[in-house]
């Protein structure tokens, strides 16, 4: 079974930075992909960011340019900075962990960090 810890979060102003960081534990994947998923109030949860076991990357396009995902593999840890952030990225931002393995696929989410931008 693995546990998604994630630490990060929190209030912002417009503008500003926030990082995200969250660690699997009791992963026996060795291909994976971790990412990022949100949810604002009254909306569904949706896609923010994806890194997957060999480096590749991939965003929404409302994050494009302000969001980097990257991956320690080592730790199994996944972490996402946050710049120029906007009133729209205010939501509850859950960790996503897809293992793979014999073609199947195996799915954990975190416990989801607030994220608040506001002035």
């Known amino acids: 079974q693995v546990q998604l810890v994630e630490s990060g979060g929190g209030l912002v102003q417009p503008g500003g930075s926030l990082a995200l960081s969250c660690a699997a534990s009791g992963s026996s994947f060795s291909i994976y992909v971790m990412g990022w998923y949100r949810q604002a109030p009254g909306k569904q949860r949706e896609l923010v960011a994806l890194?997957?076991?060999?480096?590749?990357?991939s965003y929404a396009d409302s994050v494009k340019g302000r969001f980097t995902i990257s991956r320690d593999n080592a730790k199994n840890t996944v972490y996402m900075q946050m710049n120029s952030l906007k009133p729209e990225d205010t939501a509850v931002y859950y960790c996503n962990f897809v293992g793979l393995r014999s073609g199947m696929h195996y799915t954990y989410w975190g416990q989801g960090t607030q994220v608040t931008v506001s002035s």
């Open positions: 890194g997957g076991t060999g480096g590749t990357t």
